[in-house]
């Protein structure tokens, strides 16, 4: 699968018309307002002037939480047109490795132990994964820069080689954490690229490094060169 920047076809994209805020006096009582988001550029909205609610607007809201509005998971940052992105906060993993290089088997020694990842983006779409690192422990936000995953089993893209690993049939948005696990539970076999990371040693070492520390340091993440931000991620098509 190749992932080429398209802003100007995609389809089912979901632009942004109202937002509803609630204002409040100091009595405690609650005011709702509807703000049309005017557009100021490519994917820019800025608010509008706030017009107040009424009843009807209220009872349509109400329609909505009762059945017509899908929850995602706090993680999420976008699930349309059969694709989710998500963010998973640095944390303690457990890595598998199987390795095919008699040279490199002594980082099996690390199997099943918990070590520090750095956080994280994913993206599935059509049964493949992409996963990218982040360079700061937040909720990214479209300005974001995107770095290198720094695993084996992934290609230039960002695009895990999915081998045997088999994603859930069904992609919940409220549950993320159902492909999350079987990335980490996936057995990484060898590098499928160059530029891993910028430790200045093996990939063993580093994920040693990490465990003495405590951390994954950013230091050792390379930068994205063909999607270098979230933004520029969830304005990408992906076609076979």
């Not at 557009?39 to 909505?64: H, K, M, N, W, Y």
């Not at 963010?87 to 088997?105: D, G, K, Q, T």
């Not at 990490?210 to 063909?226: H, N, R, S």
Request: charged residues 20%; neutral net charge.
């Amino acid at each position: 699968m190749n992932i080429e920047s398209d802003h100007s076809q995609q389809e089912s994209k979901l632009t942004p018309g109202l937002a509803l805020i609630f204002y409040h006096d100091n009595k405690g009582r609650g005011y709702p307002y509807k703000l049309p988001l005017v557009p100021v550029g490519e994917d820019e909205f800025t608010f509008g002037a706030p017009i107040q609610g009424s009843a009807d607007d209220l009872r349509a809201l109400r329609q909505c939480l009762d059945g017509g509005i899908t929850l995602h998971h706090e993680h999420v940052l976008s699930n349309s047109a059969g694709v989710l992105l998500w963010w998973v906060p640095a944390a303690p993993r457990e890595l598998m490795f199987n390795v095919r290089v008699s040279a490199a088997a002594g980082v099996q020694k690390l199997n099943g132990k918990a070590i520090p990842q750095p956080p994280l983006l994913m993206l599935t779409q059509g049964g493949t994964l992409y996963v990218y690192a982040l360079a700061e422990n937040k909720r990214p936000d479209v300005n974001t820069k995107l770095y290198k995953a720094p695993y084996w089993n992934m290609f230039e893209d960002g695009q895990m080689c999915m081998g045997t690993v088999k994603l859930p049939d069904v992609i919940d948005a409220q549950n993320p954490e159902a492909v999350t696990k079987r990335f980490f539970q996936s057995n990484f076999s060898g590098a499928s690229r160059q530029n891993i990371s910028n430790h200045p040693r093996s990939h063993q070492e580093m994920w040693q490094d990490a465990i003495k520390q405590g951390a994954f340091d950013p230091a050792w993440l390379v930068e994205e060169q063909k999607i270098k931000t979230v933004k520029e991620l969830m304005t990408c098509k992906f076609t076979h």
